[in-house]
């Protein structure tokens, strides 16, 4: 595969500036017309439009019960909603963009990562399209949802990584800690991700005889994580809900389904390298099975590779053995980059002069289809109507009594939320009732008093 050198920085610029330009305009693709105005996400919003001292100290309810452990995910809406909202009227999609240039700018990062570590150029750029262009997670990304958040600190966590020295600092531990942790705090499926990448810092030291090392890298990550948690911590002590999520801690006396927790690895691991012909999720997933043998076969003796490829891989299938009820494809988000990564190293274990190009091309071939098949997930097509809607009535008037559409609206959805986030009041005082039609046009009507 060809090498990054420095005479070739100039076409390496370029590539990363038009992989960058095509993965955001990939994600933000129709989102303010078609954007997933639900329960959760009024919530999230709502959540940012207020002051920072109101936000909570936890994250997103979780399926396996309580929350997930820290509250990053709207503390990033926060600060979207102050970078980008001006830019959208504080309308709700403005989320959905932020954490869209979030998880473009880890792109960037992951892919400069990649190819610096393996001195490969196309490695680089097949493993990141591979990973970006997930239509699973193109479409998370488009509704405002934690899940992208965790996908993003796993791929910083990683660069850091693999752009690492092999004998890392201290300070560097710290940083892949944090990346790591906040993915955890996003979604606490990546705790099967953060467990290998840190406990590797400390294995390495032990393996080579510095204990002493290996005892101050641990103490760093303890000292890491609990400030990171001080939020939780202080929530977790002063209120009477549940914070952790005790359903899955109930479920590990019940016994493991590691059989079950595996296939749904593997299928949900198929949909992150998707492609058109596969009609079976079984073909990819003996595809990446046979990848995780040849990875830990070349990079055996290499624990910081294994950390961010097969060890995450495993480590997931093993946590996740402990639940007794339905596996949700989501879960498996957070793992994407490692699978990736996984698959792409292995096959390009074979000779060069035919797998980067091979490689490349089988991406860029599907491109079409999973940008498209994007677009049938998590899709609200009367957005663009409120959108328009909103800010027609909010030109008008700042205050009405009630906003109606002409339209059915999905369920759990709120006709008026767009109006009130962008700063409009309804109020039963107001002279005026709203309707939107399902072109945006309004029509206002006298209150009979």
């Not at 869209?100 to 610096?116: E, P, R």
């Not at 990141?128 to 796993?154: F, I, Y």
């Not at 910081?304 to 007794?324: A, M």
């Not at 089988?362 to 098949?373: C, D, E, G, I, K």
Request: proline share 6%; aromatic share 10%.
């Amino acid at each position: 595969m060809r090498p990054i050198r420095p005479r070739s920085s100039i076409a390496f610029l370029a590539v990363c500036v038009a992989l960058g330009g095509y993965l955001l305009a990939a994600r933000l693709w129709g989102v303010s017309d078609s954007f997933v105005l639900m329960r959760d996400q009024i919530r999230d919003w709502r959540f940012a439009l207020g002051p920072f001292s109101a936000l909570p100290l936890t994250g997103t309810q979780s399926t396996a019960g309580g929350s997930s452990f820290g509250p990053i995910y709207y503390w990033l809406l926060w600060i979207i909603r102050h970078l980008v909202g001006p830019f959208t009227g504080y309308q709700p999609h403005a989320g959905a963009i932020g954490l869209s240039l979030l998880q473009t700018a880890a792109d960037l990062v992951f892919f400069y990562a990649i190819g610096k570590r393996f001195n490969s150029l196309w490695l680089a750029l097949t493993t990141t399209l591979l990973v970006g262009t997930s239509s699973h997670d193109l479409a998370v990304e488009a509704v405002m949802w934690n899940p992208a958040v965790s996908v993003a600190g796993v791929k910083l966590a990683m660069a850091a990584v693999l752009l690492e020295p092999p004998l890392p600092s201290l300070r560097r531990t710290v940083v892949v800690t944090m990346a790591a942790w906040c993915a955890v705090q996003a979604h606490t499926a990546a705790i099967f991700i953060a467990a290998p990448i840190l406990g590797s810092y400390v294995l390495r030291d032990a393996f080579s005889q510095r204990i002493s090392a290996a005892a101050q890298r641990m103490r760093a990550i303890i000292e890491v994580i609990l400030i990171l948690q001080l939020p939780f911590l202080y929530y977790m002590f002063t209120s009477t809900t549940e914070a952790v999520p005790m359903r899955a801690i109930a479920g590990a006396a019940e016994g493991l389904r590691v059989r079950a927790s595996f296939d749904a690895l593997l299928n949900a691991s198929a949909r992150i390298v998707e492609a058109p012909w596969f009609a079976h999720t079984s073909v990819v997933g003996g595809v990446i099975v046979g990848c995780a043998v040849i990875v830990m076969a070349r990079a055996r003796k290499d624990l910081r590779l294994l950390s961010v490829t097969v060890l995450p891989v495993l480590c997931t299938g093993l946590g996740l053995s402990v639940w007794q009820g339905s596996y949700d494809e989501y879960w498996y988000l957070p793992l994407a980059p490692c699978v990736a990564l996984m698959v792409m190293m292995a096959l390009s274990a074979f000779p060069a002069k035919y797998a980067a190009p091979v490689l490349l091309a089988v991406v860029l071939a599907v491109q079409p289809w999973r940008l498209a098949h994007s677009r049938t997930w998590y899709r609200m097509p009367e957005y663009r109507a409120l959108s328009h809607g909103a800010r027609t009535i909010y030109r008008q008037a700042r205050t009405v009594r009630r906003i109606d559409t002409s339209f059915p609206m999905p369920p759990l959805s709120d006709a008026g939320f767009v109006y009130e986030a962008m700063g409009g009041v309804i109020t039963d005082a107001a002279e005026f009732d709203a309707t939107i039609d399902a072109h945006g046009d309004v029509r206002f009507s006298r209150v009979a008093r």
